[in-house]
């Protein structure tokens, strides 16, 4: 009698178990396809990536080359648990990132970047150090995004000229 009991809630955890691992699976077969895109098309936009020593889900690189405004942009690009793909880019301005507390006109700053999330492909923002990057996250339900990659990895480049237009904010007249 007590038998019949416990198998509902041991049903309930092979289940719960079975989709854990089912996840992880997952999350790590998309880390695989993300890292044969990111080695096929980085070398074509100028970035060599290589996984995170910091976190195994994430995938950095960093921008140099061809860039009037900016030092650099530093991408870091992560497979989240929750079945996403996110693109984090920061743009490094006279030898660090650009902040928004350290810029000489923080109301400037706040509202261009968020005038520039309503006119950009990629969205602006600032994390939870005030660094200031632009953005694009993935949904995964559609299967898997290979040429929407390749076009934000192309995407990156041209934020450059955004930057020179925030210099008047960062720096000040």
Request: proline letters at 3%; glycine letters at 8%.
């Amino acid at each position: 009698m007590k038998l019949r009991y416990l198998v509902g809630p041991l049903f309930g955890l092979l289940i719960l178990a079975t989709s854990a691992a089912a996840q992880v699976d997952s999350r790590e077969a998309t880390r695989e396809k993300l890292r044969a895109v990111l080695a096929a098309n980085g070398p074509k936009v100028n970035i060599e990536f290589h996984q995170s020593d910091k976190n195994q889900w994430n995938f950095l690189g960093v921008l140099n080359t061809g860039l009037t405004n900016a030092d650099s942009f530093e991408v870091v690009i992560g497979v989240t648990a929750d079945a996403t793909i996110g693109f984090r880019i920061y743009p490094h301005y006279r030898g660090a990132y650009i902040n928004l507390n350290r810029a000489s006109n923080v109301q400037g700053l706040a509202r261009q970047l968020l005038r520039l999330s309503d006119t950009n492909f990629l969205f602006w923002g600032i994390d939870e150090s005030s660094d200031v990057f632009a953005g694009y996250t993935f949904t995964l339900e559609s299967g898997f995004p290979e040429q929407s990659i390749r076009t934000v990895l192309w995407s990156i480049k041209p934020l450059d000229q955004y930057v020179g237009a925030m210099k008047v904010n960062v720096d000040g007249p």
